[in-house]
T-cell receptor, first 117, second 111 residues
């Protein structure tokens, strides 16, 4: 149990285009999901908290108009990187708490590698 | 502000050579401390959750312990397949599940 998937696994896009990344909880429901980004050889940095049926909460310094988050159902959250630029190239990972594991434990997706040319 | 410091940054062991990884933390009301394993190019894989000082959890060659200021991940007789980055994270009370991560320890186990 407690499986989180992401799609796509990797994406290459041109500067100025938008990219959508999906995060799904496959065997449990999640009213809250989290989006992180990770630069090479660095740890995970929380970008935003995705809340089902309401607006996302963004961490300080994260541009909410650039990183659009939609939590449309109890099993799906999407992150759209709008007008992507090379500096947005990174590894994006989502997580969700629950899944029948230990209390408050988050389970992570496999990540999405974004490369902006 | 919650802080997590992991040491060492990197650790190289011979197969069978036991050792420990350290995670020191400061948090306003610990709700939980989490250990994850991350392989290159993949998302973190859950290992353990610890809730209170004195608690211990074990899984195969790994054992996690917790005090009021730090946690240790003990690796007994490691194998090459244990090579990965080990991440420690804390969750504060009232944080709505938010995790604060350390920078991780890159473990390499040589055959």
């Amino acid at each position: 149990g407690a499986v989180v998937s992401q799609h796509p696994s990797w994406v290459i896009c041109k500067s100025g285009t938008s990219v959508k990344i999906e995060c799904r909880s496959l065997d449990f429901q999640a009213t809250t999901m989290f989006w992180y980004r990770q630069f090479p050889k660095q740890s995970l940095m929380l970008m935003a908290t995705s809340n089902e049926g309401s607006k996302a909460t963004y961490e300080q310094g994260v541009e909410k108009d650039k990183f659009l988050i939609n939590h449309a159902s109890l099993t799906l959250s999407t992150l759209t990187v709008t007008s992507a630029h090379p500096e947005d190239s990174s590894f994006y990972i989502c997580s969700a708490p629950g899944g029948g594991g230990p209390k408050d434990t988050q389970y992570f997706g496999p990540g999405t590698r974004l490369t902006v040319l | 502000e919650d802080q997590v410091t992991q040491s060492p940054e990197a650790l190289r062991l011979q197969e069978g050579e036991s050792s420990s990884l350290n995670c020191s933390y400061t948090v306003s009301g610990l709700r939980g401390l989490f250990w994850y394993r991350q392989d290159p190019g993949k998302g973190p894989e859950f290992l353990f959750t610890l809730y209170s000082a004195g608690e211990e959890k074990e899984k195969e060659r790994l054992k996690a312990t917790l005090t009021k200021k730090e946690s240790f991940l003990h690796i007994t007789a490691p194998k090459p397949e244990d090579s990965a980055t080990y991440l420690c994270a804390v969750q504060a009370g009232g944080s709505n599940y938010k995790l604060t991560f350390g920078k991780g320890t890159l473990l390499t186990v040589n055959p």
